[in-house]
């Protein structure tokens, strides 16, 4: 959900949620289920020409779509229990359907997220994918929510930066790939991985947590912004995709701050929990990087290799003008 | 959710899901949660051009995107907790997004079922509207499936019938409004009630139960296949919009058995529970209607006030050619 949407929401949508109901505005809500957890519960839409190319191949695109839900769930630390899908179809082709299904059902299966219902419709429009997630967290749990940040905190990223955004811009005509690299980077864009483990086991651990779908900066700046804090961004330390070493490093740099399509967590824990941080990622096989810490004042401070210290956003700015979804 | 979705649906995505998880195929999912009842959640897709024209009233839009759902619920006899919306927007026209949060949101507020969640893009195209309703069903309650008619049980239908559909074929140009009759029937059509307190009391009380959005000959097949039985339809008994007095008794028949858009409940119960269904329309000021019984033959046959009988379906027919969504 980009910030563009979100002011549109909150001006027309957002009556005041019962007090139970958490994270309206958060990467899921989170509705309290009698004494036993918590439902929750996301939605995104797929746009064809918006969220993706007209080509891609359907298998891929199937993953993806419910990938980026279960990043939500996995942001907000909750183990999947079932998925809904519905679909406008331009038309029925048999072999595009059973190859997206194959990829949404592959990827359901692994994260034990039956598909469980859904709606499919004929539009004289552009393909269109609407994918509902649904999660449970347990007891005593309030999930991984964007506003618990505390002054402090170390910030982390799981995984790898950089290179979707790299990729869509060579399969976009923008980039030329002089160094052959997109083999390498477009499963980054293609077939992310939703970091469904790494975001329960963080409950309890960390303070905060979203997934930065649209891109660091603007998804740390929502985090930033509903927890009331700041944070330092060590430039040196983002982790570059490792097939990027070769690519001009400002573009790279550009790319992992800005770069959108990212299916990774950005959390905040307490330096106590240093340790138990990085058990979680050896455990998953999954780098986990300290990339900063949460300040009180309320800005992205990026900190640059050469000792340079540069806003990146502050409080209440539009984080990215070039909203992406 | 229509039959010729219904088959696509079958073929690619329909694999096996968990043996607790009911209700695939049915009108929403039932998921059990630990030992707290069960979430019931659905999800419909609206397409300008397709399921709504482009000129409708917004507030109208929106209170119908919610209200399809709700009426799943209620098929299912689930007490609505909550609700996502997505919507493709195809321009920021804020008078037009203002009327139909009001529309959706009044329903919403009316059920007791919050806004939660969801997503809005822009898109290229037409305007799409996704929604998904969140219901919970009390302990030791499988709801209200589709496959529990028994033989000998009374056919039951709430409301009346006929309206929306005449409605919109007025508003389509296909039918010349001699009588005048628009302004009393579009309600139907553009205001739907969902049957929400309907369903939660028939909790216990009917056998079987199912919406028949897409028109009572095809929704009521999907419930008599589901449930390996037939039916007779008394087609003296069905209960006719009042405004529809004055027109061809023929038309009226046939938009009361093939009409869609049509957001009654139409359930089955034993004979022993009569006076409990006319007490349940009675408290809720809802007229309901026995329209026929359930038999072992498995086929719907319409009986005629001529004393003419009709095979109106038979098993694994395609009930209704003309796909309505």
């Known amino acids: 959900m980009a910030l563009g949407e979100f002011s549109l929401i909150d001006r027309y949508f957002k009556k005041k949620p019962p007090a139970q109901v958490i994270g309206v505005g958060d990467?899921?809500?989170?509705?309290?289920?009698?004494?036993q957890g918590s439902l929750v519960v996301c939605k995104d839409l797929l746009i064809q020409g918006r969220h993706f190319f007209s080509d891609v191949a359907p298998d891929a695109l199937g993953h993806k779509a419910l990938?980026?839900?279960l990043s939500d769930l996995a942001a907000m630390g909750a183990r999947p229990i079932g998925c809904l899908l519905g679909l406008a179809l331009p038309s029925v082709d048999e072999p595009w359907l059973e190859k997206f299904a194959s990829g949404f059902l592959a990827l359901a299966h692994a994260h034990g997220s039956p598909l469980v219902g859904g709606d499919t419709v004929a539009t004289n429009d552009g393909l269109v994918i609407s994918v509902t997630a649904l999660g449970y967290l347990p007891?005593?749990?309030p999930g991984l929510l964007r506003r618990g940040a505390c002054v402090d905190d170390r910030l982390w990223v799981s995984g790898y930066l950089g290179a979707a955004d790299l990729a869509l811009k060579i399969l976009q005509g923008n980039l030329?790939?002089?160094q052959g690299v997109l083999p390498q980077i477009r499963q980054s864009l293609e077939w992310p991985e939703p970091r469904v483990s790494l975001g329960q086991r963080l409950l309890g651990v960390a303070h905060a947590a979203i997934d930065i779908s649209d891109g660091l900066v603007q998804d740390l700046g929502h985090l930033l912004d509903q927890s009331g804090v700041g944070a330092v961004l060590e430039i040196a330390r983002l982790p570059a995709h490792p097939s990027l070493a070769?690519?001009?490093?400002d573009m790279v740099q550009q790319a992992m701050l800005g770069g959108g399509d990212v299916y990774e967590l950005c959390f905040t824990a307490p330096a106590s929990k240093d340790?138990?941080?990085l058990a979680i990622g050896l455990a998953l096989d999954l780098p986990l990087t300290c990339i900063g810490y949460i300040t009180a004042e309320r800005q992205l401070m990026g900190r640059y290799p050469n000792g340079q210290h540069?806003?990146?956003s502050q409080k209440g700015f539009?984080?990215?003008?070039g909203d992406r979804s």
């Open 27 to 35: 990467d899921a809500a989170v509705l309290p289920w009698a004494n």
């Open 67 to 69: 990938a980026v839900n």
């Open 139 to 141: 007891d005593a749990q």
């Open 176 to 178: 030329v790939d002089e």
């Open 246 to 249: 070769k690519l001009s490093p």
């Open 275 to 277: 340790a138990e941080v």
């Open 310 to 312: 540069r806003i990146l």
């Open 318 to 321: 539009d984080h990215f003008a």
